[in-house]
């Protein structure tokens, strides 16, 4: 079963409630670190602590007499707190130091989970290409049958290419999880810079380096970046099952449910659905990365054109990533795998994907590489013209004695190595 929990809960991070409570956190954390520092006493501290809340309906009612957002969200919030104590509330302040520094909170939030999903899909390939190590398949080049492979084999270039997604996801990750209480243009004006190190230290962010009145939306790109290499790792995948999920190919099948219907009018299907679903859904995290691309450039050092945008591709594109490790996961975990059909297809014209071992032992026996790649060609390329009445093996019989073509014919060649390779992850 796909895990539905996990989508509504990372949905929810991106709610307008929740941004708000972000937005809290990061205020009252700046309130904590000016206590620290002796500027706000700790009866004010106490009292702010207990008193500061919001009301979503509240703050949409301030918004459409301020058109400010944060504004709307700091009057709702000093309402509560009362007068007297509502001058600690964002002292020194900026609206994006609060804006920004609260986003990091989210995707911190949001990117637990998707490590998550990264970890048990990850699993889940590893346990298939463990069970599949020895499963003799078709390796393929330009959709061609090329040489034998195993299906582990394949299952573990998808292993390894999701592991480096995942490393590249958290290195973007790491850039991304700084926060700034900065104040206006990012110059500490009105603001001591002890605030911000202190503030940040509670929230488990760092502090940046340097901001303008924004964090520098490069590290956002890159995250977004990130986001889509994972899609485009699972689009990969996917478009494998699709193909070999094909009649023509038949090596594997999505899972399909008792009463499952394929087609409204052709009741024989069974269709890859989900490795569509996946194929699609990774062109719309990509394209979301071209928005976040289009989102660095900003003037001087501060406009809110990257606001728009990220409010749709950051909830878009991790609810999207989420999503899509969960189907595939439920994919790889329910795929059926037809072994017969490997070994038929690796068969498939007498064998004739040995041409390669074939031509090697005829160089053996003296003839130029030129010779035998002639020899090979005509006698692979006449089998191949003869559709499934070609016979590659015995056209061979006029070039290779017995034992040679036993030795060119044996499948465990071309698998000497696929113990010193499962050995590399550690298998």
């Known amino acids: 079963m796909i895990k539905r929990y996990s989508r509504e809960k990372i949905s929810s991070i991106w709610e307008l409630e929740q941004k708000f409570s972000y937005y809290l956190k990061v205020e009252l954390a700046v ?125 573990l270039n998808w292993y390894d ?17 700084v926060g700034q209480i900065s104040g ?43 986001l889509a290499h994972i899609g485009a790792a699972i689009e990969n995948f996917a478009i494998e099952i699709r193909h070999l999920q094909r009649w023509e190919v038949c090596e594997v099948e999505e899972g399909f449910k008792q009463g499952q219907k394929g ?8 269709n890859p659905i989900a490795s ?3 194929s699609g859904l990774a062109r719309v995290v990509r394209s979301n990365s071209i928005a976040a691309l289009e989102d660095i450039a900003l003037w001087h050092e501060r406009d809110i054109s990257h606001s728009s945008v990220e409010r749709v591709i950051f909830p878009d594109s991790t609810i999207l990533i989420d999503y899509m490790l969960n189907r595939f996961n439920n994919v790889v975990n329910n795929l059926v795998v037809k072994e017969k059909n490997m070994i038929k297809n690796v068969q498939k014209y007498g064998g004739i994907i040995y041409s390669q071992a074939c031509m090697l032992k005829l160089t053996k026996k003296g003839l130029t590489r030129e010779q035998a790649y002639e020899i090979v060609q ?18 061979m019989r006029a070039h290779l004695s017995e034992d040679e073509i036993l030795e060119c014919f044996d499948e465990k060649k071309y698998l000497k190595n696929i113990d010193v390779i499962y050995s590399r992850f550690g298998l």
């Not at 005509?378 to 056209?395: I, P, T, V, Y």
Request: with cysteine; hydrophobic share 40%; net charge negative.
């Open 161 to 177: 290419m999701l592991e480096r997604a995942k490393e590249r996801f958290n290195y973007a990750l790491n850039d991304i999880l």
């Open 184 to 226: 206006p243009v990012g110059t500490y004006s009105n603001v001591d810079v002890d605030v911000e190190k202190l503030t940040c230290e509670l929230l488990g962010l760092k502090p940046a380096k340097i901001s303008t009145q924004v964090i520098a939306r490069d590290r956002h790109s890159a995250y977004i970046s990130a």
């Open 378 to 395: 005509k006698e692979a390329l006449g089998a191949f013209s003869q559709g499934d009445e070609g016979n590659f093996k015995e056209n």
């Open 263 to 270: 087609s409204s009018a052709m009741p024989h299907k069974k």
């Open 31 to 155: 309130c904590k670190a000016y206590n620290k520092l002796g500027k706000i006493p700790d009866n004010a501290l106490k009292h702010i602590e207990k008193t500061a809340s919001f009301d979503v309906n509240r703050i949409d009612e301030i918004e459409k007499q301020v058109r400010h957002d944060v504004i709307a969200f700091l009057t709702n919030v000093n309402e509560n707190v009362g007068e007297e104590f509502s001058p600690y509330i964002h002292m020194g302040l900026t609206s994006s130091d609060v804006i920004d520094t609260a986003f990091a909170l989210q995707i911190k939030d949001a990117s637990e989970i998707i490590n998550e999903d990264l970890n048990i899909l990850l699993n889940s390939i590893l346990n298939l290409a463990k069970k599949h190590k020895n499963t003799v398949c078709l390796g393929r080049s330009h959709g061609i049958g090329a040489e034998v492979i195993t299906f582990g084999f394949k299952l």
């Open 276 to 278: 569509e679903n996946l």
